[in-house]
């Protein structure tokens, strides 16, 4: 019996299809590995740095342990820490802000602009204060922040900017790749993401040199030879293994992003003239759908969520609770009309299906499901 469109399967994301494209080569990169028992450190870890950094379109690379990581270093790195400030919007993953209070700063959040949902940059400077050294904007679904503005907010007031890119390899703004964009710019490679290892992987990159260094010796015991700690830093390495499937997956990068790109077109294209909000791009940026979001009757999404499921179709909220009405920041103080587009965005968003291998017939299934739920 042919699989009718009614039984169709939608995974919110599909890593077995994607290992199934290129099992050869990762098997292959993951025996070499092994063969050299260069497990952390070594030759692969070394090409990726390399590979990855021209990717980005800066000169430097550090791989470390995981993205959270990768922030809270690269704070560091750029000397800021306790008693700092650091500025970041309220629509994202924990991961952000708390990896300014792993540095030892403190997150002062910044509502966000209701078409991109990431931060309004027209609200950053009123939360600027004398203790303020950074803005970590978060380029949140693979849609790039506004950086012009942030990069003339940044100038004017002495601020580092340290770019969340955790959901964003390969975006560009105003093309130009987004980390040249930043004092540095941070990525992961969780499994589900644009880039994905298999564990957990993140890195640091950079146009400075001396950022570079110093980050490498934070994520490595605050070393540069073998016992010359000069400080105390973490263990936040890139492992070997990791590297050598990141290799072969930077590799295929590119053609996923513009599967994402293309699924993303016919998602919208199928989407016009139905209730549903669609994904807002920038003028002049290449947005790289980590996330597809919808905005859909608040509600009514729950509703709609359970009706996609009955089809078969997985979706997502990214996120249900604004990052300042979390109970971890309940000691802010914050109440929900400090950020309404933030407190919005958390009762209205929905995430369909986004991967590269999403089928024509998956997506046209997860149309027609949520046409027919509208
Ligand atoms: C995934 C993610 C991170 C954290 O990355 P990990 O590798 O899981 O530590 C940070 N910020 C955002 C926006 C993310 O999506």
């Given at each position: 019996m042919p699989i009718t469109e009614k039984h169709l399967h939608v995974p919110f994301v599909d890593l077995q299809a994607q290992y199934a494209s290129i099992k050869t080569e990762v098997d292959a990169a993951i025996a070499d590995v092994l063969n050299r028992t260069s497990f952390i450190g070594g030759p692969q870890v070394k090409s990726f740095e390399e590979e990855f950094a021209r990717y980005c379109g800066v000169g430097h690379c550090v791989g470390v342990a995981n993205g959270t990581d990768a922030i809270a270093i690269a704070l560091r790195a750029l000397?800021?820490?306790?008693?700092h400030e650091v500025i970041t919007a309220a629509n994202s993953f924990i991961a952000t802000s708390e990896a300014i209070t792993m540095a030892g700063a403190s997150p002062v959040f910044v509502d966000i602009?209701?078409?991109?949902?990431?931060?309004?940059v027209s609200r950053i400077e009123e939360k600027i204060t004398a203790a303020t050294r950074a803005i970590v904007p978060v380029h949140l679904y693979g849609q790039p922040a506004d950086m012009d503005p942030i990069r003339d907010i940044a100038f004017r007031h002495g601020l580092r900017i340290v770019g969340d890119a955790a959901q964003a390899h390969g975006a560009l703004y105003r093309q130009q790749?987004?980390?040249?964009?930043?004092?540095a710019t941070c990525y992961s490679f969780y499994p589900g993401k644009n880039l994905g290892a298999y564990g957990d992987a993140g890195a640091i990159v950079t146009a400075d040199a001396d950022v570079a260094t110093r980050a490498r010796m934070i994520a490595n015991h605050g070393r540069i030879a073998k016992y010359d700690h000069t400080m105390e830093g973490v263990n936040s390495r890139l492992d070997g293994l990791q590297a050598a499937i990141l290799r072969v997956k930077l590799a295929h990068l590119e053609r996923w992003t513009e599967a994402r790109r293309s699924n993303a077109a016919r998602y919208t294209a199928l989407l016009q003239e139905t209730p549903v909000t669609l994904p807002y791009e920038l003028p002049d940026v290449r947005a790289v759908y980590h996330l597809y979001v919808v905005r859909v009757p608040a509600a009514r999404r729950d509703a709609i969520q359970a009706s996609l499921k009955t089809s078969g179709i997985e979706t997502g909220i990214?996120?249900?609770?604004?990052l300042p009405h979390l109970e971890a920041y309940?000691?802010?103080?914050?109440?929900?009309?400090?950020f309404p587009e933030a407190l919005r965005a958390s009762g209205d968003v929905l995430s369909l299906p986004m991967f590269p291998e999403l089928s024509g017939a998956q997506a046209d299934h997860v149309v027609n499901s949520l046409r027919s739920c509208l």
């Open positions: 000397g800021i820490g306790a008693g602009d209701p078409r991109t949902c990431n931060i309004d790749p987004i980390a040249t964009l930043a004092d990214h996120y249900p609770i604004a309940r000691h802010l103080g914050h109440a929900p009309a400090d």
